[in-house]
């Protein structure tokens, strides 16, 4: 009798995830208008970069984190951690709805406000894989086996322009044109959250960012940084603080979350 292989049959572990964030003025802002949200029970993580006159981008990035969680957290409590990708998927972007449909309503009613809207990154975490969304120029990286990579592609200018071979990479890190994005919460009526499911390994480790840190921190020295043998919190901080030496000529922003084999701690 022919023999199958145990192989077959192996299966993937369950993973639980430890976080941690935090976000930083700079050093050539008076205010910050970034914002970010970690809810360890739920495995979500959400991240914005407001933009706009006044307080405008304060009560953007606020407003879109804040939504953006609370309708997470309803639909979660009724469809738990097990739900199939494509629910988790239409969840996020119905939450993303109700926040942009808030966030444009707003600022009509609110002459001081008018013209706001904010970036979005955003990530769910589970047992298994990630769900990874976003809208602007705010990025999600991966680290894994000792290769960082850039998850997200930007939904800005410059991108276009290097998509479309008009400039080159290196052109590209000093273009006038890095910081405009073409799409954004708060601006339309509808807005795409672009989402993509990555399957989830022991170690895996995610960044989640604003462009403060990204346009701050080359990739090397983010590799660098990442690999760097700290606790999360620290990690965290020490990307901050290398995003502020080299300039800090924007808020900050950063969440990592990492990936490890058991159940959550108590």
Not at 106 to 125: I, K, S
Not at 250 to 262: K, Q, T
């Amino acid at each position: 009798m022919a023999s199958v292989g145990a192989s077959l049959f192996s299966i993937r572990p369950q993973l639980s995830w430890d976080f941690a964030g935090l976000t930083d003025v700079g050093r050539a802002r008076a205010h910050n208008e970034d914002d970010l949200h970690i809810d360890p029970a739920l495995g979500l993580a959400v991240l914005a970069d407001g933009m706009g006159g006044y307080k405008g981008g304060e009560v953007a990035s606020a407003m879109a984190v804040s939504l953006v969680h609370a309708s997470f957290a309803r639909w979660f409590a009724q469809a738990g951690l097990q739900a199939p990708a494509r629910v988790v998927r239409r969840a996020l972007q119905a939450a993303t709805d109700e926040a942009n449909s808030a966030i444009l309503e707003a600022g009509l009613a609110n002459a001081e406000l008018h013209g706001m809207g904010t970036t979005l990154v955003l990530a769910a975490f589970r047992p298994q894989r990630v769900l990874v969304g976003h809208i602007g120029d705010s990025r999600c990286y991966r680290l894994r086996n000792n290769k960082l990579e850039q998850l997200t592609r930007d939904h800005s200018l410059r991108q276009q322009q290097l998509d479309a071979g008009a400039i080159t990479a290196e052109e590209a890190l000093i273009s006038p044109h890095r910081n405009l994005v073409t799409r954004a919460m708060g601006v339309e009526p509808q807005v795409v959250l672009e989402m993509h499911e990555h399957t989830a390994r022991p170690d895996d480790l995610y960044m989640l960012c604003s462009d403060g840190l990204s346009e701050m921190v080359p990739d090397a020295q983010l590799f660098t940084l990442l690999n760097h043998d700290v606790e999360l919190q620290q990690k965290a901080s020490l990307l901050v603080a290398v995003a502020n030496d080299n300039g800090g000529r924007d808020n900050i922003s950063v969440v990592l979350a990492r990936a490890r084999v058991g159940s959550a701690p108590e």
